[in-house]
């Protein structure tokens, strides 16, 4: 068997040897742009090569038309299961601004490198094709129907403006608001009316002075989805959006707690009736494993690009991908390929995902997967050691 030093050789040269192919992929799809669960294109595109090249791909997990596994074992053995997660979803009116096109073509770019050095090395290689993670929550889904059982890990990069290995991500859960008055003409007969619009805005001010109380790693924002009818009618139904986010999910459901008694109390100084649905999904904290994080660092540091370390008060969103990290050792680092200054789902952070800084970071976020898995197939007491420091955090 070659040594660990060849095999990663031999899997950036794949990369590279693609490097025209991989870039009109992901050209493609960011010309393409699918909203969750519609990525059909994309799902195509990406999954007919993969077939091509001798995967196995099955269709329509989890019961979503545009969810997909890729897999090639090894002659060697099927152990262990190291799985490249696939984006490729796009965010309304602004097309690919979180670059989601440079995710899903890095994690086949990746596959297909590791795929031409398996037959070295026992274990399986795996794209999952996740749908849906902006809004959608498409891997919570795929979680809670078991695609990631027997996946011994999970890895997928995401493009930014810095490159980081260990950020985390905030819990989110949704919560819609309805309130129900009483209508009435505005100017003739106010008194006979019970303002729902009044109880919505209540709310939002309520929720305003709450976030005084928070820590700082709290976030709460929202949107009036239905303010009325008409100005000459008294509102006698509204409704409002809000996400609660935080670093952790019992702090993130203690707020939404709060948020909640916000809502009630905005209902009972109008007079109105509030009614409050949680969403049926919540995006799970991201939760870096620290092994995983080591190997794709010094792999990143071998391909030249340099590192930034995590700010204490360190900017960041949501994502399904932390769902994943609290079922399997999880991986989901940052790559940079725009300027600092350039804000996530933008017009600029859009252009930048085509740019030849968006093509150089899909290169090497393809050779940083390859080469990662790389180590864990060569050396299968790291994945142990994965799962060791899992198993402490989750049980």
């Known amino acids: 068997m070659s040594s660990i030093d060849e095999l990663k050789a031999r899997v950036e040269a794949e990369v590279d040897a693609r490097r025209n192919e991989l870039i009109r992929i992901s050209d493609t799809i960011h010309a393409n742009p699918e909203l969750a669960f519609q990525e059909f294109e994309a799902v195509t595109l990406l999954t007919s090569v993969l077939e091509r090249e001798g995967f196995k791909v099955q269709r329509g997990v989890a019961g979503l038309e545009t969810a997909f596994v890729a897999s090639y074992t090894s002659p060697k053995g099927d152990r262990p299961v190291i799985a490249l997660l696939a984006e490729y979803d796009a965010l309304a009116e602004l097309g690919h601004a979180c670059g989601h096109n440079i995710i899903g073509t890095a994690s086949l770019g990746a596959g297909l490198a590791v795929r031409s050095v398996l037959n070295e090395l026992p274990g399986t290689i795996q794209v999952v094709g996740t749908p849906g993670e902006e809004g959608e929550g498409g891997k919570i889904i795929m979680?809670?129907?078991g695609v990631f059982d027997g996946v011994d890990a999970a890895m997928m990069v995401h493009p930014s403006t810095r490159t980081l290995t260990r950020r985390t991500s905030l819990a989110c859960y949704e919560l819609k608001m309805e309130f129900f008055g009483q209508a009435a003409h505005a100017a003739a007969s106010p008194d006979k009316g019970i303002n729902a619009l009044d109880a919505c805005v209540l709310t939002y001010n309520n929720i305003s002075a709450l976030r005084q109380q928070l820590t700082d790693d709290v976030r709460i924002h929202g949107i009036i989805t239905n303010g009325g009818s008409a100005p000459n009618i008294?509102?006698?139904?509204?409704?409002?959006?809000?996400l609660v986010r935080a670093a952790e999910k019992d702090v993130?459901?203690?707020v939404l707690a709060k948020v909640e008694d916000c809502a009630r109390a905005g209902a009972l100084a109008a007079g109105a009736e509030v009614k409050l649905t949680r969403g049926d999904q919540y995006y799970a904290n991201m939760v870096?494993?620290?092994?995983?994080?080591?190997?794709?660092?010094?792999?990143l540091t071998?391909?030249?690009r340099e590192l930034q370390a995590a700010e204490p008060h360190e900017r960041m969103g949501s994502t399904d991908m932390g769902n994943v990290s609290h079922v399997v050792p999880a991986l989901h680092p940052y790559i940079a390929i725009a300027p600092e200054e350039v804000a996530g789902h933008s017009p600029e952070f859009r252009a930048a995902s085509v740019s030849p800084e968006g093509h150089a970071g899909l290169l090497d976020a393809a050779k940083a997967l390859a080469m990662t898995a790389v180590d864990l197939f060569?050396?299968?007491?790291?994945?142990?050691?994965?799962?060791?420091?899992?198993?402490?955090?989750?049980g």
Do not use: C
């Not at 007491?381 to 955090?393: F, K, P, S």
């Open 378 to 394: 060569f050396n299968p007491d790291l994945v142990d050691a994965a799962w060791q420091e899992h198993r402490a955090r989750f």
């Open 234 to 242: 008294i509102p006698d139904y509204t409704a409002a959006e809000f």
């Open 252 to 254: 993130a459901l203690a």
């Open 143 to 145: 979680v809670e129907k």
């Open 302 to 304: 071998l391909l030249g």
């Open 288 to 299: 870096p494993n620290s092994v995983l994080a080591d190997l794709f660092e010094a792999n």
